[in-house]
């Protein structure tokens, strides 16, 4: 009988949360399936809540607008956010020296410490998370 791992915690990019409010985007469906059946093995990432936010702002969301989503969004995430932590922001600071992008490279920080697998279809957000395991790996 084979013995079952430890599962791996997943961590949800902000694409997610983008599709969860979106009927009409590609990812909505999986948003739904990711968002709908969060648990303490599938986390949001911090810095994507921040991020959302100011998509929200960027893209118009009146101050209503923006509260329906958040009040949404506390009934189904209910806690289960990945805290950020000053090693996610010195990570991502040196990722940043190499020309990632800001939130991006929180994301991937974060997901790495956490031994995390980002919930992403960001490629960016990927190659950096590689970036800072293989990195890891060789210290």
Do not use: C
Not at 32 to 61: C, P
Not at 62 to 90: C, F, M, S, V
Not at 105 to 110: C, N, T
């Amino acid at each position: 009988m084979r013995k079952q791992g430890k599962q791996r915690i997943k961590l949800i990019d902000t694409v997610y949360l983008v599709a969860y409010i979106n009927p009409t985007d590609k990812l909505h469906k999986e948003a739904l399936q990711l968002i709908e059946n969060i648990n303490q093995q599938t986390l949001v990432s911090s810095y994507a809540l921040i991020e959302f936010d100011l998509i929200m702002k960027s893209r118009g969301f009146t101050e209503d607008e923006r509260i329906d989503t958040w009040t949404l969004l506390e009934t189904k995430i209910n806690g289960n956010i990945a805290n950020p932590h000053p090693q996610d922001h010195r990570i991502a600071t040196e990722l940043q020296k190499l020309n990632y992008d800001y939130f991006d490279s929180l994301i991937a920080a974060q997901a790495a410490r956490l031994k995390a697998q980002p919930q992403t279809t960001d490629k960016m957000i990927i190659q950096a998370y590689n970036k800072i395991i293989r990195t890891h790996q060789k210290s």
